[in-house]
């Protein structure tokens, strides 16, 4: 009997110190949350593949989120449809709560809900909010505003200027982008609540070191809207990767900051089932994450990175009728005009839309079952502090709360 309490004791004693070092691991001080708009499982192997077929290879090449040591799944329903819209399922990655389609912040009973952007703000982390969409957008407004209807641009809009957050960044408003004098309206709330706007990198490198809080936003001849594809952009063009390396050189402390930052355009092309916008757009999230990961590197005891999607879009497939074969070469060859013999158009045709945007995807045999969203689940891709809490099935109201339990802020 003595030997029997003995070896309890021990093994007791075991787990206790197991759990001990376990709690030992820091929160997270630094945290990044990159959100795929429309980005299922399937456009990171479209994108891979690509990759592989650009270098002639069969196969594919990982992109640098992929390669994240944990990997998990996120079903995206919302609280009255199975198929999720952009602001249901930014309103439960935000703040743990499901809502109904069309409703952005509150619950299904028009109750005002509190984003983990603004429980991390009053914990003392600073907090940056950006997109490549309109900063005004679903997703990007489900962590700072609250509204019955996600098209309320204008209210959701005056909300973000009056959320404290010290960073905010993307292509403009919505609400201002064919309204003057809502747009001034904006800018005068955005003023009085003492945020500098400023119009490039370069306006932001030039007036950073007087700025409290800072609103970043492309050059104004792109006027008031989401930040072009990639393959539509001039040199020089305001794109994700630079806004986010703007809101770390901004954001960084002592305290720590919090970042969501949305690839909007994902979403965008897939719902046009446009194969080549759709690789493009999702490179483009992978170079903004990749400004992260360079952080971490530097902070890997303190940092958090997520990468996840609210839904995904447009039902891609890798091979599509009743033929397995796929050819991402084709799409690599279209967009840089290395013309294929069986396509007899060029890319300039095709980006200017002037031939059916599915020829690509037909020539490609890359498959697409609408062009709406599905409610297939997502993946998640974490790594840094608490990263190992992302693996596996959850549903996206938990997401949130596992990124509170790694910052160790109460949820």
Partial sequence: ????????????????????????????KYVFYFIGDGMGFSHVALTEAYLAASEDKIGSLPLSFSQFPTLGMVATHSANRNTTCSSAAGTALATGTKTKNGMLGMDADSVALKSIAYKAHEAG??????????????????FYASSAKRSD???????????????????GFHAGSRDKAKADSIFKSAAANEYTIVNSVEEYNAKKGEAEKMILLQQKEQEMGSIPYYLQSEEGSLRL???????????????????????????????SNDVANTVYETLELDKAVAIAYEFYLRHPDETLI???????TGGVA??????????????HDYVNKNVSKDIDTNVDNYMSGEIPIDELSAKANVGWTTTNHTATHVPIFAIGVGHQNFSGRMDNTEVPV???DAMGIEF
């Fill in 241 to 271: 990767a630079d806004v986010v390396k703007a809101a770390v050189d901004f954001l960084e402390n002592e305290d720590g900051f919090f970042i969501m930052a949305e690839a909007g355009t994902i979403d965008w092309a897939a719902h």
């Fill in 125 to 142: 982390y600073k907090v940056g909010i950006m997109s490549s969409a309109t900063i005004d957008h679903a997703t990007p407004a489900s």
């Fill in 306 to 312: 997520i990468v996840t999607a609210d839904h995904e």
């Fill in 402 to 404: 596992k990124i509170c």
């Fill in 153 to 171: 641009y204008f209210n959701i809009s005056i909300q973000l200027t009056e959320s404290d957050f010290e960073f905010f960044g993307g292509g």
């Fill in 1 to 28: 009997m003595k030997f029997r309490r003995l070896k309890f004791s021990v093994l007791f004693m075991v787990a206790l110190l197991a759990i001990s070092c376990t709690k030992q691991e820091k929160d997270a």
């Fill in 318 to 331: 890798l091979g599509g009728n009743s033929n397995s074969k796929y050819n991402l070469k084709i799409v």
